[in-house]
Structures are given as structure tokens and as C-alpha cells.
């Protein structure tokens, strides 16, 4: 199947024979559907904190002494979010037509990227973008926000856009939006703030650029001293592509084509970070100043449950090592039941020493306690009671795909859904003996993704790795908490800049 040439390519990427094969096998086989005990409701498998629980956990997160950082997903170039405009330009078209269209154009003052894109136009048209308006050259208006002689927000990373209107005549980016975060619920008792973004090659130096800019600044306003790191997904994580038929994709050179793997694939990122407690959520969830009270407050409140939860656990762990009797065995399997929701069949048949195995087990994971939104009739992917391989069920994101959709039971949940999943996690990653576990252990091979994708028009199969807070974090302990729909501000087109939550 691969020739010496592939094999000292895919070594060259640190992609092993052994792997290539199994991706390949992969395609043939596909991924399982997951077998679901009900969709995750308030109540079952998803809380909603009373005024008292939430106080209380704001005081558990104040009294944490350990060690944060905040892992933030920062790679992803901002294409997607200016699909329609880049429409627009291909489509022979010179004026507006579209809803969409008219809504960007008829708005355009109220871009925070405003001032950036007219001194643009001026520079390459000696007419300003209202100048350029008047006379119907709404193309020009386009190219000089998207191209690479403009702004050339069509190539790079969302979290270098201007997103918002900051003090005075500053803008943020949605890296400074993260770490005026940082500085907000994850700052030690000695106001050192560590933040940790994964970034691609091209755009690193763009990242270090901003950072040294901003930092000093964002240092002296929050009274906090950073400590920024970046990382890059590592070719290793990269998966072959294939043809219609599931044989190696080649390019026209004849070379293997590879392709990132999603965002599966930075688990190997955060597996290298040493904090015990990791917040992560997406570089385009993010506020302005101003609005940004929800999103403290109940950051503050996930990481009060993470840590109390985690002491609750240490302890019984510490427990299981004297031989507890059966009635406090009992005691651990209720809380393993009710608070972890975690459920199997199996063990009410098990003796004292079968069923301390099953606790140890089950307890000594990484946690994660996940945000989840109220959902108002969309259907697709969130929070649900899924079975793992050894027969119990526990809380599981799952994406839409996962789920089969000619099961009539299945389907019925996924449209019943009450809460959708807006990538809201804090995760406690050290074992109670504050050894960091090897996260590459508790991942399901079973629940990557292929999807359709086409290279110069050639339709080819992809292949995605279990998604981060999806299958990579299957085999963890985890605790779904309701948080308002405001916490949840992502901008996926370029108009969602023009919500009021980014105004």
C-alpha cells in the first residue's frame, strides 16, 4: 500500500506504518454509532446551581491554591467566518444583493475593524470606504478587508481580527479579549495569569507580535504579571486522505496529501500542560469589557464545582486504599451515581473487593465540568447519557454525527435535546496524588469523524481524531452544569460582530 517514498514522508511527519494503516482501515470500517441512555436534561445528568450552590462554589474557587491556566484553541483561520463575502467576489456581481450582503455594507461603520479597513482603502484607492460606497465599488470595499495587499482578514487567524471597541480609541483582538479573562477568574492568589495558546506556524510571529505589544499594557491595568506560552499541532497528529474508493490521496507530485486532524488533534498540547486546573474555550467566544460580567461569574462558578468535586474524589480515593466496608462502598457508588452520573448495571452483583476495583476505577480519571447552554429547539450535537465499552453510561458530548440517525429512539432524544454544548469546560488533569495523568488514556478511538472534503474539485474522504471535548475526553469524569445563554457570544460570520454583545 505505501511505497518507500511514503513511508520516509509519513516518517518525516513522525507518522508511523503501523498508524497510516489504521487510518486507512478506518475509512473502511467507519466509526460506531454510540449507544445513548437519554439526552442529558436538568435533573438528568445536567444541574442547575441554586444562589447558595453557586456562592458557594465562587468561595471553593476563591480558597483554590493550586495551579490555572487557561488553554485556548487559537489556530483557526477566520475563511469560514467571511465565506459570504468571499461569495460576493467571485460571484461577477458589483453590487450588494443578498440579505447578508446589505447587512455588512449597511453596518460597516459599526465594525470595530472600521478605522483599520479605511485608512486601508485610502491607501490603496485614495478614497475612503464611504468614498468607495458612493460609487459602487463595494468590490474594492471587499478586497481591501480580505486580500493579502489590504487587511487580509481573509487568511489570517480570528484571534488576530478586531473584534471590538475597547477604552477610549483602542480595539481588542480576540487574544486580548482572553487575556483580560485570564486576569478576571484565573489569576493565582499572587496575580501571575497563565494562558496557553495552540497557534499554526505561519502565524505564530504575528502572536508573538501582538503579545509583546500588548502584555505591558494589559500587565499594568489588571495588576497581573503573564505568563503566555504558545504551541503549534504537531505534524504527528495529521491523518491521511483518501479517494472515493478509501485508497491514499496523492498530490500531483504523487506525495501523500495529510490534513489536520481537527481539534482531536491538540490533545497532544494540553497532555503537555503541568496545571492542575485548565480552563478551555474557543478564541472566538469572547466579549467586550462591559458585557463580560456573566462570563467571570460563572467561570468562577465551574471552577468551584471542579475543585470541590476533585477534593470530594481525592478523598474516597485516599479511602479505597483502607478497605472501606460495604456500607461506605455504597456511599461512594451513590455519589458516583448521582453526582458523576455515572451508572452501570453490573454493579449490583459485585462483591466488596470487585466493586472498590470499580470505584477506583471510575474515580481516579481527569474532570471536567462543562458549561451547557439552554437550547431552544435546535437539534444536533450537546450533552447526553451515553454507554461506554464496559456496558455503564456517563455524561458525553457528542457531535450530531455520532448519533445514528435511522434509530428512531436516537434521533427523538437528539431533537428533544434541552441544552446544546458552547465549549465551556474548566478540567482538573492530576491525579489525587497530584501525578498528571497521561490524557492519550482516557480517549475513545471509536468517535472521530470522516468527512467529504474536495482538493482542485477531486472529492476525497478526511479523517478527524476524536474531538477534543468529544471522544478525547470519553473515558473522563464529568459534570454538566446549566450557564446562561450570555456566556455564549461566538462569532462564526463576520456579521456576528454586529450583535450587541460585541458592540
Known sequence: MFTPEDLSQLNHMGITQDVAERQLARFVSGFPFLRLE?????????????PEQERNAIAAWKAFEGTIEKFVPASGAASRMFKNLFAFLNSGRTTPETDFERTFFDNIHRFAFFYQLNQTCLKLHGNNVSELIASGRYTDV???????DGLDYGSRPKALLTFHRAAGHTTHTPVEEHLEEGAQYAATADRKVAIHFTVSPEHRKAFEELLRRVVPRMEQVWGVTYNITLSEQQPATDTIAVTADN??????????????????????????????????????????????????????????????????????LRELE????????????TYLETQLCTVSPDTAEMDDNALAGYLRKKFNRPLRVCGMVANEG??????????????SYSPQVLEAAQINPDDPKATE?????????????????????????????????D?????????????IKALELPGLWNGSMSDWNTIFVEVPISTFNPVKTVNDLLRDQHQ
Request: proline share 6%; with cysteine; aromatic share 6%.
Open 38 to 50: 437519554a439526552a442529558a436534561s436538568v435533573g438528568q445528568g445536567i444541574r442547575r446551581l441554586t
Open 142 to 148: 471587499v478586497a481591501a478587508l480580505l486580500g493579502a
Open 247 to 316: 485508497l491514499p490521496f496523492r498530490d500531483a507530485d504523487g506525495h501523500l496529501v495529510l490534513r489536520p486532524a481537527g481539534h482531536g488533534a491538540l490533545l497532544v498540547n494540553l497532555n503537555q500542560r503541568d496545571a492542575d486546573v485548565v480552563f478551555i474555550k474557543n478564541i472566538d467566544n469572547v466579549v467586550p469589557a462591559t458585557l463580560r460580567h456573566d462570563t467571570t461569574r460563572y467561570k468562577r462558578i465551574l471552577a468551584g464545582v471542579l475543585v470541590d468535586t476533585q477534593a470530594q474524589v481525592a478523598q474516597m
Open 322 to 333: 483502607q478497605q472501606p466496608a460495604r456500607d461506605r462502598l455504597l456511599e461512594m457508588l
Open 378 to 391: 435546535e437539534p444536533g450535537g450537546g450533552p447526553y447519557l451515553a454507554y461506554n465499552p464496559d456496558g
Open 413 to 445: 432524544m437528539m431533537r428533544a435535546g434541552t441544552h446544546f454544548n458552547p465549549v465551556d469546560l474548566v478540567c482538573y488533569t492530576k491525579d489525587y496524588l497530584g501525578k498528571h495523568f497521561d490524557l492519550l488514556q482516557f480517549t475513545d478511538p
Open 447 to 459: 468517535t472521530g469523524l470522516i468527512s467529504e472534503k474536495s482538493v482542485a474539485g477531486t472529492p
